[in-house]
Structure formats: structure tokens, C-alpha cells
């Protein structure tokens, strides 16, 4: 029986994308390309998300998960237009009743934190039944929370929260727990010896910078993971669709860029004019609670002349 030869793969710097190529793979921050490499409801794709969950939360689970299903949202709370535009999720339900959401934030919003909590909060509610015969048994709930912007004032890209005592730190109940990726944090290089959780990192981060799976990458559940994200394997409405969104992305992100480009002067000058404003305010105050003139000069940075003609 001939014995099947490994493809020999080349290292990660030979498999860059390089200007004027394109990359065979989708940007897996795109809903459509995102939900078709872990689509629970196919084989492949399922595979590919019990290997990302056993992964991303091996330190939070009791046990790896074996399966996964797309869980029925009973009704959507989860914010307005803004919101729906701005981030998609993924609804499943793994084979010890876990609920999970999978939430991929495409732009930066205001209270991060707050919304993982509400997504949490509605899980846990929509699991409620009418009559007296329920007991209140909840099921775990999992909040992963890609962000393609900073979120946090530290250099850790994974933050992990669950509700505990505050005096031992124990786990109070296993009803609540997040897990938040800040993908901005990401560094453009992978290892050999990187660990499972920096290579799902890397992959979501820049896949369709590569033009091949690198050496480093050489694992079976990556290269099932590739192949599911192939472009190649899109229908041609769902290309047509991913290219929409995609350069829907990319043109607001130039957008913002070219905004403040465009009006950087006169966004200083707004800013300047706030700040001039609060100090003339601080100079009033001080000069009329009788404060030695250097001192307010030097608080404020206003001259004596400008002080007291306010």
C-alpha cells in the first residue's frame, strides 16, 4: 500500500499575499464569509466551529465540546439599525445545552462591555418558561466578542470575565461568561510553536493576506478551516454579496480616514477652541477667588493682559 505524501508547505513569509495579488481566501470578518467557514448546520463548517469553541474556551469549559446546533433566537432585543449594522453574531448550542453567541464587532461602538452583558442577559431570559413547573434551571451562556478595535487599556488580546465572589474569586454561578478578542492586537507573524488560540487569532485577523497555508499553520483543522474560506467555493451570488459588503467596509473605513484628512484643520481648530474655552473659564474662576496672577498664567497658559480682560 503506497503511503500518501504530506504536501511540503513554505514558511510564512513566502506565503504573503504581495502587492497586486489577491488572496484565494475571504476576509472572515465579513458576515457571509464568517458564517460559511462555521455554519453549524453543514459538516465541514461544523467542524470547523467545535474546533474554534473547544479552543477559544478550553479555559472556561468543563468538558470539550463534541457538537454543536444553530439555536432559534425567540425575539432579537440586541440594539438599533446602528447596531445591525455595525456587528453580526452567530446563534448555536452546543451538545451539554450550552448557549453560545458569537459576535463579531466590525466598527467601534460605545459600551463594549455592556452590550456583551445584554446579549448574556437576553440568552439567559429567552430560556424562561410559562407555569410554575420551572425551576429556574439556566444553562451556561458564552459571549465571544470579536473586536476589530481596541477595546482595552492593555496589551492582553483575550480578556476572559465571569461572575465571582469577591472575597475568594471563586465562580459564584456559571451562568455568565465572556470571552473578548481585541483582533487590533493581533501581530502580523505566526511561529511553529505558537499555541491553538494566536494561530485562530492570526487566521481571523489576516487570512486573506495569505496566498497559501504557511508551514506554521500545517494542522489538519486550519487546513479545513482554509478550504472552507476558499472564495473559489462561493456561489456566484454569494461573491457578488461578499464583494458588496466587503467594499462597503473598506469605503467606510476610507471614508473616516479621508474625513479627517480632508478636515483635519478644522477639527484642531474645534478642539482648540473647546480647550481655549475651558481655560478662559479656569483663568474667571481663580482670578475672582483672588489666586496670585503668576499661578493662574501658569495654570492656564493665558498672558496677565488676556486674563484680565475676561
Avoid at 484565494?24 to 458564517?35: I, R
Avoid at 485577523?205 to 482554509?226: G, V
Wanted: glycine share 4%; hydrophobic share 35%; proline share 4%.
Amino acid at each position: 500500500m503506497e503511503k500518501q505524501t504530506k504536501t511540503k508547505r513554505k514558511p510564512f513569509k513566502d506565503c504573503i499575499v504581495k502587492p497586486g495579488e489577491k488572496s484565494p481566501y475571504a476576509n472572515l470578518l465579513v458576515d457571509l464569509a464568517f458564517k460559511k467557514a462555521f455554519n453549524p448546520d453543514k459538516p465541514v463548517s461544523r467542524q470547523n466551529l467545535v474546533n474554534l469553541l473547544n479552543d477559544l474556551l478550553e479555559p472556561q469549559l468543563k468538558r470539550p465540546i463534541v457538537n454543536v446546533k444553530t439555536r432559534n433566537v425567540a425575539h432579537n432585543l440586541s440594539g438599533s439599525k446602528e447596531s445591525r449594522t455595525a456587528i453580526f453574531d452567530l446563534h448555536c448550542e452546543d451538545d451539554m445545552g450550552n448557549l453560545i453567541e458569537i459576535e463579531v464587532q466590525i466598527r467601534k461602538l460605545k459600551n463594549f462591555r455592556k452590550r456583551l452583558a445584554f446579549y448574556a442577559s437576553e440568552m439567559v431570559v429567552n430560556q424562561s418558561e410559562t407555569g410554575a413547573g420551572w425551576k429556574f434551571n439556566v444553562k451556561p451562556t458564552y459571549v465571544i466578542a470579536f473586536a476589530r478595535h481596541k477595546v482595552f487599556d492593555d496589551e492582553r488580546i483575550i480578556h476572559r470575565a465571569t461572575v465571582c465572589d469577591l472575597e475568594t474569586g471563586e465562580q459564584f454561578v456559571d451562568t455568565y461568561n465572556f470571552t473578548a478578542i481585541e483582533l487590533s492586537k493581533v501581530p502580523f507573524f505566526i511561529e511553529l510553536g505558537s499555541s491553538s488560540i494566536r494561530k485562530w487569532l492570526f487566521f481571523f485577523r489576516f487570512l486573506d493576506k495569505l496566498k497559501e497555508l504557511p508551514a506554521e499553520l500545517d494542522e489538519k483543522k486550519f487546513k479545513n478551516l482554509t478550504e472552507s474560506s476558499k472564495v473559489s467555493n462561493f456561489t456566484k451570488e454569494e461573491y457578488e454579496a461578499y464583494q458588496k459588503v466587503y467594499h462597503k467596509e473598506w469605503d467606510h473605513n476610507a471614508m473616516v480616514d479621508g474625513i479627517f484628512e480632508e478636515f483635519a484643520d478644522e477639527i484642531n481648530a474645534k478642539v482648540n477652541e473647546s480647550v481655549s474655552e475651558r481655560e478662559r473659564e479656569m483663568a474667571k474662576g481663580l482670578r475672582d477667588d483672588n489666586v496670585p496672577m503668576e499661578i493662574i498664567v501658569r495654570r492656564t497658559g493665558l498672558s496677565e493682559e488676556e486674563i484680565r480682560k475676561l
